[in-house]
C-alpha cells in the first residue's frame, strides 16, 4: 500500500510539471497540485484494470517488475493520455473558475466591512438628498416646471454641506470648472464652508505624541487643549514653543481619510455610471474630472504638500518689510502628514472683522487692500505659485492695521507665459484696447478650428464697453462674462487658468471688505507698470533669447542638409511620406498569429479525425489478445490532436484573462 501511495505522489509530480510547461493558463498551484494528485494516485489502478481488460500477462506483485513489452507500451499510453485529460480538467476549471477566483472571494470577504459602510454611507447621502429636495431638479412631477438655475445650485450647495468634507470639497472643485458648469453653481459653490464640533484633544493626543516621539508638555511651554477653530477637515490649537514663539497647531481630524475614501469611491462610481449612461458627461469628462478631484483630495489631506507650499509662498512672496499682509512661517520638523505648526497670525478673520474694521481708518483699509492685492497679483503673475482660495476667512485682520493669511491647502500653478498672457490681458481691458485683448486671449485659451477672429475682436470690444467707466458687479463680474464667452465660443480653458481666475475673482470679495469702493482694474492700471516689469525684466528677456537661440541653432544648421535630402527623394522617386496611424509590424504580427493558429487547428483537427478512422480500422498485428498496433497508435494519434487543441485553446484563455 504505501508504495502504491509513493508512486501516486511520484506520478503526480511528473504529470504536474509536464502540464504546467505545455500550457501555462489555468495551472495555478493550488488547483494543478489537487488535480495532478488525484490523477497521479489513480494511474496505478486504471493501469491495473486495462492489463486486465486486454489480458497482459504481468509477473510478480510489483507491476513495474517483470512486466512485458506490451504492458510497458500500454503503460505510457495511459500515462500519457491521463496528462492530457488533466489538460483538459484543468481547462475546463478554468472556464467555469478563472484563476484568482479564490482569491478574489477572499478579498471580497475581506472587503465587506468596506462595502458595508460604503453601502451605509450611500443611504445616508440619499437620504440628504432627498432632504433637501434635490429629486426635484432632476424629475420634475410636473412636465411645464421651470427649474431657477439659481435656486437648483443654492439647494444643491446646501446639501452638499450637509453631505460632509469630501462633497464640500467636491463642491470647492466643481467651482474651479467655469468652463463646464453654470455661472449659477460656480458662484453657489465657491462658498461651501463646513464647521462641525471639535474632537476632545484627548482623542488626538496619542497620535501626535506617537509622531512627535515625546509628550506635547515637553515639546511646547504651553498648548491650549481647546481649539481656536474647528473645520471638517482639520482643528486648530495655539501653543507656544520653548524659546516664546506663539505658534498653531492644525490637527487633521481622525478616521477622516475613511470617510473620504468611502465618499471617493461612491463619487467614482457615480461618474463611471453617469459617463456610461449620458452623452453630456462623456462629452465632458466626466469620469476623468471626478479622477482629477480625488486624486487633489488625497494631496489635500496629506500636509506636507501644504507645509511646502506655505515655503513655496513665503519665498514668493520677498523681502517686502513695509508689506501690511503676512505669510506665517512653518516648522517642517514638527510638521507631519497629519499636523501642521505654524506661525501664529493674530486677529481675526475679515468675514467676522467687522467690529476691527470699524476700529482702523479708511486709509488703513486702503493700505491693507493694496498690499493684498499686490501680494496676490505678483504670486500669480509673476512667482507663478499663489494662494488659490483667498475667501474671507483665510485673511486675518488684527487691530493695528497688519494683516495675514492661512489655510494653504489650495495652492495653484501657472507657467511664465500664461501669467504674462493674463498680466497683457488685465491691462487691455483698463485701457480698453480689443485687439490687444485678443490677442491675449488666443494666448491664454486654445481656440477652436475655424474661428473668425474679426468676430471675436468685436465680441470682446462689446464687453468692453459694457464695464467701461465702471465695474456693475465688480471685476469679478467681468471675469464672469468673459469666462463664459470664451466657452461658449469653444475656446479650451485650463485649470490653471480657470483658478487664476477664480483666484482673482475671489480676492476681490475679501477686497471689498476693507474697501467697498475697491476696482480690481483701477488697481491694475495703478501698478499695470511695475508688474509688467516684474513679468518681463529685460535680464530674464536675454536669457530667454539665448535660451531660444541655443536650442534652435542645431536645427537651423541641419536644415539645409535635410532640404537637399527631400529633394533628392523627390527627383529620385523615394519619397514616402508614411502612414498616419498604421502600424505595419503589429499588423504582420497579428496576421501571422492568426495563421499560425489556423494551421495549427487544421492539424489538431487531421490527427483527431485520423486516430479515430485508425482505432475504427481493426487491423494490423496483435499487440495484446485484445488490442491490434493500428488501434494502439491510433489512440497515439488522438492523443497528439487532444495535445495540440489544448495548446490552441489556451491564448485564447489567456486573452480572457487579461480583459
Known amino acids: 500500500m504505501l508504495w502504491s501511495i509513493l508512486l501516486g505522489l511520484l506520478n503526480a509530480l511528473i504529470m504536474g510539471v509536464l502540464v504546467r510547461r505545455t500550457i501555462t493558463v489555468g495551472t495555478g498551484a493550488l488547483r494543478n497540485t489537487i488535480v495532478s494528485v488525484v490523477v497521479g494516485m489513480s494511474l496505478w489502478p486504471i493501469t491495473l484494470a486495462a492489463y486486465q481488460m486486454l489480458r497482459i500477462p504481468r509477473g510478480g506483485d510489483i507491476p ?48 465587506l466591512p468596506v462595502w458595508y459602510r460604503r453601502v451605509t454611507r450611500l443611504g445616508q447621502i440619499q437620504r440628504i438628498l432627498l432632504q433637501f429636495g434635490l429629486s426635484r431638479y432632476f424629475r420634475p412631477r410636473i412636465p411645464t416646471l421651470r427649474v431657477s438655475m439659481r435656486e437648483a445650485a443654492r ?9 460632509g468634507v469630501t462633497f464640500v470639497k467636491l463642491g470647492q472643485f466643481v467651482a474651479t470648472r467655469a468652463d463646464i458648469v453654470p455661472v449659477e453653481f460656480v458662484d453657489e459653490f465657491s462658498k461651501l464652508q463646513s464647521d462641525v464640533p471639535p474632537v476632545p484633544f484627548e482623542d488626538l493626543r496619542g497620535e501626535l505624541e506617537e509622531f512627535w516621539g515625546a509628550p506635547v508638555e515637553e515639546l511646547f511651554a504651553e498648548f491650549d487643549t481647546t481649539p481656536l477653530a474647528a473645520a471638517s477637515v482639520a482643528q486648530v ?143 500669480v503673475l509673476v512667482k507663478g505659485i499663489f494662494h488659490a482660495d483667498l475667501h474671507a476667512g483665510n485673511v486675518i485682520i488684527d487691530a493695528s492695521g497688519r494683516a495675514g493669511l492661512i489655510d494653504f491647502g489650495n495652492v495653484g500653478r501657472i507657467d511664465k507665459r500664461d501669467r504674462r498672457a493674463i498680466a497683457l490681458l488685465l491691462v487691455a481691458f483698463e485701457q480698453q484696447n480689443s485687439n490687444a485683448a485678443m490677442n491675449a486671449v488666443l494666448d491664454i485659451f486654445s481656440p477652436p478650428s475655424g474661428l473668425d477672429l474679426r468676430a471675436l475682436q468685436r465680441d470682446i470690444g462689446q464687453i468692453m464697453l459694457h464695464y467701461d467707466g465702471g465695474m456693475p458687479g465688480g471685476s469679478s463680474a467681468l471675469f464672469t462674462e468673459l469666462l463664459g464667452f470664451v ?60 535660451l531660444y537661440i541655443s536650442t534652435t541653432a542645431p536645427m537651423l544648421a541641419s536644415l539645409p542638409s535635410e532640404v537637399s535630402r527631400v529633394v533628392q527623394h523627390l527627383q529620385d522617386g523615394t519619397l514616402d511620406i508614411g502612414t498616419s496611424g498604421l502600424n505595419i509590424d503589429l499588423i504582420k504580427t497579428l496576421v501571422q498569429r492568426t495563421v499560425d493558429q489556423l494551421i495549427q487547428v487544421i492539424i489538431a483537427f487531421a490527427l483527431i479525425l485520423g486516430g479515430v478512422f485508425l482505432m475504427a480500422a481493426d487491423l494490423g498485428p496483435a499487440l495484446t489478445p485484445e488490442l491490434n498496433i493500428f488501434t494502439y497508435f491510433g489512440a497515439w494519434v488522438l492523443l497528439g490532436g487532444f495535445v495540440l487543441a489544448a495548446v490552441v485553446l489556451a491564448p485564447s484563455l489567456r486573452e480572457r484573462q487579461s480583459r
Open 64 to 111: 513495474w517488475i517483470e512486466t512485458s513489452f506490451p504492458a510497458v507500451m500500454v503503460f505510457l499510453l495511459i500515462f500519457a493520455w491521463l496528462i492530457v485529460i488533466q489538460m483538459f480538467v484543468l481547462l475546463a476549471i478554468e472556464i467555469v473558475l478563472p484563476s484568482g477566483t479564490f482569491s478574489h472571494v477572499v478579498r471580497s470577504v475581506s472587503r
Open 155 to 163: 439647494t444643491t450647495a446646501e446639501a452638499f454641506a450637509a453631505a
Open 237 to 379: 490649537h495655539r501653543a507656544v514653543l520653548p524659546n516664546g514663539a506663539e505658534v498653531v497647531v492644525k490637527v487633521q481630524r481622525p478616521r477622516l481619510r475613511r470617510q473620504v475614501r468611502a465618499d471617493s469611491d461612491i463619487i467614482m462610481t457615480l461618474a463611471e455610471r453617469l459617463e456610461n449612461a449620458a452623452g453630456w458627461a462623456r462629452s465632458i469628462g466626466v469620469r476623468a474630472i471626478a479622477g482629477n478631484f480625488v486624486e487633489s483630495l488625497r494631496e489635500e489631506l496629506d500636509y506636507r504638500g501644504e507645509l511646502r507650499q506655505t515655503i513655496a509662498l513665503r519665498e514668493a512672496a520677498g523681502p517686502h518689510s513695509d508689506c501690511a499682509v503676512r505669510i506665517p512661517e512653518v516648522y517642517p520638523e514638527l510638521s507631519g502628514e497629519r499636523v501642521i505648526v505654524m506661525e501664529r497670525i493674530r486677529g481675526v478673520p475679515l468675514a467676522q472683522a467687522t467690529g476691527t474694521l470699524d476700529g482702523l481708518s479708511l486709509l488703513a483699509r486702503q493700505d491693507i487692500a493694496r498690499d493684498l492685492f499686490l501680494l496676490v497679483a505678483r504670486q
Open 487 to 546: 466657452v461658449d465660443k469653444g475656446f479650451e480653458l485650463p485649470s490653471a487658468v480657470a483658478s487664476a481666475f477664480r483666484a482673482i475673482s475671489t480676492l476681490e470679495g475679501s477686497l471689498r471688505k476693507l474697501d467697498p469702493e475697491v476696482d480690481l482694474l483701477v488697481m491694475v492700471r495703478d501698478h499695470s507698470d511695475a508688474l509688467l516689469h516684474e513679468t518681463r525684466s529685460i535680464g530674464e528677456t536675454a536669457e530667454n533669447l539665448g
